[in-house]
């Protein structure tokens, strides 16, 4: 029976935290080409990071359970950061905000969401490659390669972490909203992300942050 998430190209296994041989390959290359930080010079890089098997919609409640956060789906003020305030400084006047861009950002979840999505003829096949050696196992950056993967719809729901103690909440009382998002016509998550609010040394004020963790 084939896999209703699509197309898969299995790599062996290795064992433990190397995961399968594709994923192994492309940390050795980002280790490689990248540079190292120190969390403690650079706080607001650190974040939840996926597992090694699976990501998926329900990776954020998994996360809740193990750093014993409360995990709420439910209820008003879900959204992608809790206080549009929160981002005032030099370089943003939440004033001059339109109400209607705030309401979406502090109650993300009472906005639906539709997409269309086509990848381009001559970039198509890395996208077909893309979802079948690493997307569609992980479950995550899935992205459509047709119009017709979406055609029914997508689901997407914000979620909150909260803590009100130190921990991955910066603040006490501070919510992390994220995003899973599946399709309706096949079993998959196209994408899911830990959305909040940083402080980089070099901004002058809070910044709205997005990682898609994998």
Do not use: H
């Not at 492309?26 to 969390?39: I, K």
């Amino acid at each position: 029976m084939s896999d209703p998430r699509g197309l898969q190209l299995p790599t062996p296994n290795l064992g433990g935290r190397r995961g399968v041989l594709s994923d192994w390959i492309t940390q050795r290359w980002v280790q490689l080409t990248g540079q190292s930080v120190n969390l403690r010079n650079c706080p607001w890089l650190e974040g939840p990071v996926g597992d090694v098997e699976l990501i998926g919609s329900a990776f954020f409640r998994r996360l809740a359970e193990k750093k014993n956060l409360d995990f709420v789906e439910d209820g008003p003020c879900r959204g992608l950061i809790d206080d549009f305030s929160r981002l005032s400084g030099p370089a943003c006047n939440p004033s001059d905000v339109d109400a209607r861009v705030i309401a979406f950002y502090e109650n993300t979840a009472e906005f639906e969401f539709d997409i269309w999505s086509e990848w381009c003829g001559a970039f198509r096949p890395f996208g077909g490659a893309l979802a079948a050696i690493f997307s569609r196992r992980l479950q995550q950056l899935n992205v459509p390669l047709s119009p017709l993967d979406t055609k029914l719809g997508i689901t997407s729901n914000v979620v909150q972490l909260r803590n009100g103690r130190a921990g991955w909440c910066t603040r006490p009382g501070c919510g992390m909203s994220c995003r899973p998002r599946e399709r309706c016509t096949r079993v998959a998550t196209l994408f899911v992300a830990f959305l909040g609010t940083s402080d980089p040394a070099s901004r002058w004020s809070s910044c709205c942050q997005t990682e898609a963790r994998s």
